[in-house]
């Protein structure tokens, strides 16, 4: 198996450290080994050699990781780790590893350990080229498949590196299919391609790797469709099919020019016209054609007298195709009628004797036809052959020729318009019809505006895209012709700046990465303009749906809470919600609560998101809590954590009875001197409770009646608890005295209660009242 070792290693300082080996007894180099997703933030806890050596340690590689001495916990530096950074494509290494090395104490052993840097799916698959060109022939069988050159690459690796293609907007014309494990993408032909009815396609070639949240890359795939020899020549339908000239016509003078058309392109339609070989040997001595314009010319002067018609059959030869033809009837006027011709005045504007009007205008007078010449005729006369949006009206001799509706450019440009001439000669009482073409040119004026194929586009885009990237190709298409026809791209102004679009190419592209947490859906309103005077535009809108990546850690509402809780509640006691945000949807946003560190009796009910008691608290025996909690969403391939510190006080109430510590036993006898002044302390009550505050305040108090308390000598300070003598010893007072002495807690309406019992025995008083020193008895708690 490949291993990768960074290049960048701190040798130095591990040679500087390594001279430390003079003092130590072994190395191990044993099989702990751990690994770290790259790419984590500061601070994560990668690994402890607490299970594998006892502490302390020493660690000697401070390259990415430091190293807790007393726990053994080594987690990451400020110095992200990049696993493609650090173990480049070239180095071919199946693994990246760092080696460390750390020292245990006392023992004085050292350690070397492998640090495996494991790959995350943090790049998007990308293409050297955004657009992607391919030829394809329109007579391709269905099924035929063509080697894609270009494929995406993709520095993660594993899974994460790992690529699935897709076609978009493909109609079903194209599919893909991979081989050898994704070495060879093919695109398949699935319909059958005719050039001459689609040219080019665009279709979206996407590439996804396959991490847990897929990152893509899309490329532009153009396929041109290359022509072949699929179609024969036909004569068009306007080709003059009968023509008259006069008997004196001149040599090379024009007499008709026929036009065939073939859908292929290129050489494949190329067309060379001829004359048949049935024509007339007397026809192809007057008569020339152009074998490529398709021109008819004189060969000669005409010089006749009679009427005649001449018939010329022509052929429209392409490669590999048998010929079109078509005939062509000239009629030959002789001198005597030649004089009658039509004089025509244009109107409109013209040129090269085509009249030239602009589409869409209303019914227009074109020109003014005029015979002349017709004085040997009788009852001569215009007409317009066919069904054509054009009439001829008579008007005081003379023919106004005008369009009967508004003419479409698009439906059809170029108009030939025979006009019949009807005569009959006065002297052989001979019709004569001649037939004249009037050309008209439809100029085109910007009528259509440009047509996007659908009217909305949704997209879905994972956030943390790569800059720059690629995201749908536009295209409009525009009836019109030259500047009318010509599209330009652009967004709407309120439009974010990260996204662009070329203004010629219709390519929209984002130049910032997309982040799902501030914006979750952009609407893009696109516009295309043609570049006619005054332009016309359309619109269409782009839905663009950012989807999630597990890039957000789960956030507590505070890093530090504070709870407070009285003690003795039962076990699963509510404590405090603790409040946790993760800003990611879905399972990267679902978080889920961990109590760590800590042994403390509490648990963490995720149901609620609450902090609950898992057994009994007792103040008295632990006063406070500290203990961390871990938020840890349930993202793919990692997981995201935080953790937030938590301290719970205990808070008391009054469940502990005082406790007499003076005197040692609940009776006591004690022997007081008679000499004893008023106010002196006899003796002392102490008494202690555990609790706290209030609770633990401690009141003495004389339990007798209160005539008895009045005459006794004795008294109990309520705080201090001490006994003094309230008045000097009378003669009556000898004797034993009891006082039941009571201790309270008052707390609210609890109260508490110790009791202590004292027997006090004053000593004999002798005569004259002096006390002697015989008659003091000590005493003894």
């Known amino acids: 198996m490949g291993q990768g070792t960074p290049d960048n290693m701190n040798w130095a300082g591990l040679l500087q450290n390594l001279l430390l080996l003079v003092h130590l007894r072994q190395i191990i180099c044993g099989s702990v080994q751990f690994s770290v997703p ?15 050596f006892p502490p302390p340690y020493q660690l000697l590689t401070q390259d990415y990781l430091w190293m807790d001495k007393n726990t053994g916990n080594f987690y990451t530096t400020e110095q992200r780790m990049d696993r493609e950074a650090l173990c480049p494509e070239e180095t071919k290494a199946e693994e990246c590893i760092i080696l460390h090395y750390a020292i245990v104490r006392p023992s004085g052993d050292l350690i070397q350990f492998p640090v495996i840097i494991a790959d995350i ?32 690459q993709d520095r993660d690796v594993g899974r994460n590196g790992e690529l699935q293609y897709r076609l978009e907007y493909s109609d079903g014309v194209f599919s893909l299919k991979v081989e050898d494990d994704g070495l060879f993408i093919l695109l398949v032909v699935e319909a059958a391609l005719d050039r001459e009815t689609q040219e080019q396609y665009q279709v979206m070639l996407v590439a996804s790797d396959h991490g847990a949240d897929p990152l893509s890359a899309t490329a532009t795939l153009k396929v041109t469709v290359t022509d072949v020899n699929d179609n024969c020549p036909s004569f068009s339908p306007d080709s003059p099919r009968n023509v008259t000239i006069p008997g004196d016509s001149p040599k090379n003078m024009l007499v008709a020019q026929v036009r065939a058309t073939d859908p292929d392109s290129g050489p494949n339609a190329a067309i060379v016209y001829s004359l048949s070989p049935k024509v007339s040997e007397q026809a192809k001595k007057l008569f020339s054609l152009d074998s490529l314009t398709g021109s008819i010319t004189l060969t000669q002067d005409l010089r006749s007298d009679n009427s005649e018609e001449l018939v010329l059959k022509l052929l429209a030869s392409g490669r590999h195709c048998p010929p079109a033809d078509t005939q062509v009837t000239v009629s030959v006027l002789p001198k005597a009628t030649q004089e009658l011709t039509i004089k025509i005045r244009f109107i409109v504007e013209h040129q090269n004797q085509t009249m030239v009007l602009p589409e869409n205008q209303p019914p227009t007078v074109l020109a003014v036809l005029e015979l002349e010449g017709d004085s040997g005729f009788k009852g001569s006369s215009l007409a317009i052959e066919g069904e054509v949006p054009f009439t001829l009206s008579p008007q005081n001799g003379k023919y106004l020729l005008s369009t009967s509706k508004p003419l479409d450019y698009e439906l059809k440009r170029e108009h030939h318009i025979s006009v019949i001439v009807r005569g009959r000669s006065g002297e052989a009482s001979t019709i004569i019809n001649s037939r004249h073409v009037i050309r008209l040119s439809v100029a085109d004026v910007n009528d259509n505006a440009p047509h996007f194929p659908q009217p909305h586009y949704q997209l879905e885009v994972v956030e943390n895209n790569r800059p720059e990237m690629s995201l749908l190709q536009l295209s409009a298409s525009d009836a019109d012709s030259g500047y009318n026809s ?21 390519q929209l592209s984002v130049s910032a990465s997309l982040d799902r947490e501030q914006q979750g859906v952009h609407k893009l309103t696109v516009f295309a303009r043609d570049s006619g005077s005054p332009p016309l535009q359309s619109v269409t809108t782009v839905s663009i749906r950012v989807l999630d990546q597990n890039d957000n850690a789960p956030v507590f509402l505070t890093p530090h809470f504070i709870f407070f809780i009285p003690e003795n509640v039962p076990p699963f006691a509510h404590v405090g919600r603790v409040g946790v945000t993760d800003s990611d949807e879905g399972e990267n946003g679902n978080t889920e609560l961990h109590v760590v560190n800590s042994s403390g009796p509490f648990i963490v009910d995720n149901t609620q998101g609450t902090l ?8 008295e025996t632990e006063e406070h809590y500290e203990l961390y909690l871990l938020a840890s969403d349930h993202g793919h391939p ?45 003796t002392k009550i102490y008494a202690i409770d555990q609790d706290s505050g209030l609770n633990s305040e401690i009141t003495y108090t004389v339990v007798a009646p209160e005539a008895l308390q009045n005459s006794s000598p004795f008294q109990v300070d309520p705080r201090s608890g001490n006994i003094t003598l309230a008045q000097q010893l009378q003669q009556q007072d000898l004797g034993m005295h009891h006082l039941f002495i009571v201790e309270k807690v008052c707390h609210l309406m609890d109260i508490d209660e110790a009791k202590s019992d004292f027997v006090f025995i004053p000593g004999v008083l002798p005569e004259g009242g002096d006390e002697s020193e015989d008659s003091q008895v000590a005493w003894d708690q």
């Open 38 to 52: 790259e790419e984590q933030e500061p601070g994560t806890q990668v690994g402890s050699l607490s299970k594998h």
């Open 121 to 152: 799916n943090d790049n998007a698959p990308h293409f050297e080229n955004s657009e992607i060109h391919l030829r394809i022939s329109e007579d391709v069988a269905v099924g035929t498949s063509f080697l894609l050159d270009e494929q995406a």
């Open 486 to 506: 010509r599209v330009t791209y652009s967004l709407d102004k309120h439009t974010s700046t990260i996204f662009n679009i070329d203004p010629v190419t219709g």
């Open 612 to 619: 609950r008691t898992a057994t009994n608290l007792d103040r």
């Open 638 to 682: 990692l997981a995201l954590t935080s953790t937030a510190r938590v301290t719970i006080f205990v808070e008391d109430i009054n469940d502990n009875q005082p406790k007499v510590i003076l005197p040692s036993s609940n009776s006591s006898c004690l022997t007081v001197s008679p000499s004893a002044t008023a106010g002196s302390m006899v």
